[in-house]
């Protein structure tokens, strides 16, 4: 069965340019996260959804960035515009969203923001 | 609010030797704990979690953790290292109340194995 699926893995740009990631989970997991991972740091949850809907969405600086889960399959996560502190790890997790919130990890995407 | 402290951002043991990584966990309700590890351009595996059956659990790559609730400790041991256990490795909580809450992680601790 295929992990979490990201892309791009890397993504370098100037600031104040956009960038979008992509996620696409495990089939069949409802549940979908986006984290922010800073160097030396644990991830952050920047918004959780259950199926199509954003149920946490409270640490997204929403002035900034945005996600969509059309369908409550794969999701995307923008920046717009880019600052040189987004420069950071955007790891996107998928679970079932059940007891015991197993969740499962995509390799990430590295941003660099020059 | 749920919090947790992994003592030593950093670790480094010698081949063959024990394996041992510090976490504490603060939380109101009855919680969960992971651990995670993530290797050099990964995302994060679960390694083992508790979820309020057995206090000792076991992982994969022969990882178990122990709840100690009078501690609030779920520190994370592996007897024998192996060069391939180099790697980032996260504590982290969530509480059994929400079917799929927020999990908190800890700032990590990374692994060195000296040969």
């Known amino acids: 069965e295929a992990g979490v699926v990201q892309s791009p893995r890397y993504k370098i740009i100037e600031k104040k340019q956009p960038v979008a990631f992509w996620c696409n989970p495990i089939?069949?997991?409802?549940?979908l996260y986006w984290y922010l991972q800073n160097l030396g740091q644990g991830p952050e949850l920047l918004i959780r959804?259950?199926?199509?809907?954003?149920?946490?969405d409270s640490q997204l600086p929403k002035d900034r960035f945005s996600a969509e889960r059309l369908k409550g399959v794969d999701s995307t996560l923008k920046i717009q515009p880019a600052e040189l502190g987004d420069s950071a790890v955007y790891l996107c997790?998928?679970?079932?969203?059940?007891?015991?919130?197993?969740?499962?990890f995509g390799p990430g995407t590295r941003l660099t923001v020059l | 609010a749920q919090s947790v402290t992994q003592l030593g951002s950093h670790v480094s043991v010698s081949e063959g030797a024990l394996v041992l990584l510090r976490c504490n966990y603060s939380?109101?309700?009855?919680?969960?704990l992971f651990w995670y590890v993530q290797y050099p351009n990964q995302g994060l595996q679960l390694l083992l979690k508790?979820?309020?059956?057995?206090?000792l659990v076991k992982g994969i790559n022969g990882f178990e953790a122990e709840f100690k609730k009078s501690e609030t400790s779920f520190h994370l041991t592996k007897p024998s290292a192996h060069m391939s256990d180099a790697a980032e490795y996260f504590c982290?909580?969530?509480?059994?109340?929400?079917?799929?809450?927020?999990?908190?992680f800890g700032s990590g601790t990374r692994l060195s194995i000296r040969p």
């Open positions: 997790a998928s679970s079932l969203g059940r007891d015991g919130n197993e969740q499962f």
């Open positions: 939380s109101s309700v009855p919680p969960y």
């Open positions: 982290a909580v969530s509480d059994i109340y929400s079917s799929a809450s927020k999990i908190i």
């Open positions: 089939s069949g997991h409802n549940t």
């Open positions: 959804y259950e199926n199509e809907e954003a149920v946490d």
């Open positions: 508790y979820t309020s059956a057995a206090t």
